[in-house]
């Protein structure tokens, strides 16, 4: 099996486990899976049998595939992007949009939440930031250095947006992480992500992160 064909087979795999879990929802939900080589990406929608590979500095002008295009010319360290997460994430658009750093996971692999965003400019500022997640649209879109990163990263961010969106819902208090241990969360996830960003540099897949 090439490269492509196993990253092509990743996208397969990644969409059925994201779907099977909700969090991969609707039809104009899609993925995104870079080739660790070139500029190609495997792209498609959730509900087509199977994606179609890209360019993703010609996808980045026009069609369905633009704003992972986007993504991955705007975070050389990102792998994997899904838009359209599940209900709870979705329902950060009516509490204040941005999810606190509350818990030390999310702290270490999603980091701090991108503002909002409604258009192509708004996505690329929001790169500023090397956080895996944000909200396209009023749906969330995550990142990941790999498939792998991302699908658990899908599933953290609503785990941790429900946490949070229950609590905010019942009128109780939420309190982010002590300053000091985000930015030793934080200051972990820009290493890995460093780190990623070098992989692809040399065509390589990222190695995954393990442990805190």
Known sequence: MTTQESMKDQWLRTRDRLVAKKLLRGADASLSVRCPSGSSMWFGTAEERAPVLVDWRDAARNGPASTHAIVHAGRADVGAVAWGGGPFGACLADFGDVLPQVFDEQARHIGPMGRPAWSDKDLAAAFDIAGNALLWRGQPMCFGTTCTRLALNAELFEKCAKAYVLAAAAGGRVKELPW????????????????????????????ESSGY
């Not at 930015?183 to 390589?204: H, M, P, T």
Request: glycine share 10%; no cysteine.
């Open 180 to 207: 000091l241990v985000r930015r030793i969360a934080n200051g972990r996830l820009v290493k890995d992500e460093r780190r990623a960003a070098q992989a692809f540099g040399r065509g390589e897949l990222p190695v």
